[in-house]
């Protein structure tokens, strides 16, 4: 079972705006999910088909292809909330107060800065694609079944927008917590000690977690 970073909330604007927002993300985590499964059911299909029927899906490998950026993407910024993403907890987890949150703030909003990048380099790739005048609406296709490439290209550049505000959030949070000097701060995953970890794992485990 997948476990949740400590993300504290209140009764502020910001942690409402948190709140909202992860509302969004798990909409986009639920589509990235289903898309796993549906490509494990085109798996089992084709498979099934070419065994059995001799017919294997047409095209496999070009749906493959315009269904990755559902499952690579659209979770990204679910697990930024989460804390889930690599980090490096050993050398942070040794500062503490406003020190530790300055951190935070730094290594997010170099993160937010490479988002943004990423998001301008992937829209422009998305309107190399897209044309109102082309059949389907775009300038280049697969290359079997000739699907066209644009709404994945779309996708990339709207789920990094929601990581980019999800970013934005955690760098309002980390600077009330730096003028503020509390050790709780919201709409942030909070670093846990190995201890509060396994207890919480354990709960998980035995079905405890929210009793």
């Not at 499964?37 to 299909?45: D, G, S």
């Not at 190995?194 to 977690?209: C, D, H, L, Q």
Request: avoid cysteine.
């Amino acid at each position: 079972m997948a476990m949740r970073a400590a993300v504290l909330s209140d009764d502020t604007l910001l942690s409402r705006l948190d709140l909202g927002l992860n509302k969004l993300e798990r909409v986009f985590g639920l589509v990235s999910g289903l898309a796993v499964f549906a490509l494990m059911f085109l798996a089992v299909y084709s498979v099934g088909g070419r065994n059995i029927f001799n017919a294997p899906v047409r095209g496999y490998v070009d749906w493959i292809e315009v269904m990755m950026p559902l499952i690579a993407i659209m979770g990204v910024s679910y697990t930024q909330r989460d804390g889930g993403h690599i980090r490096m907890d050993i050398l942070v987890g040794r500062l503490k107060g406003r020190m530790l949150w300055m951190a935070e703030f730094v290594t997010t909003a170099m993160v937010l800065l490479l988002i943004i990048l990423l998001i301008w380099g992937s829209w422009a790739h998305f309107q190399r694609s897209f044309d109102f005048g082309s059949p389907l609406w775009s300038r280049d296709s697969t290359i079997d079944i000739k699907l066209p490439v644009w709404p994945a290209k779309l996708i990339v550049p709207m789920a990094f927008s929601v990581l980019a505000l999800r970013l934005v959030l955690q760098l309002w949070a980390y600077t009330r917590a730096i003028i503020s000097g509390t050790d709780e701060p919201v709409a942030v995953p909070l670093i846990e000690d190995a201890a509060t970890i396994a207890a919480r794992e354990a709960a998980a485990v035995t079905g405890r977690e929210n009793m």
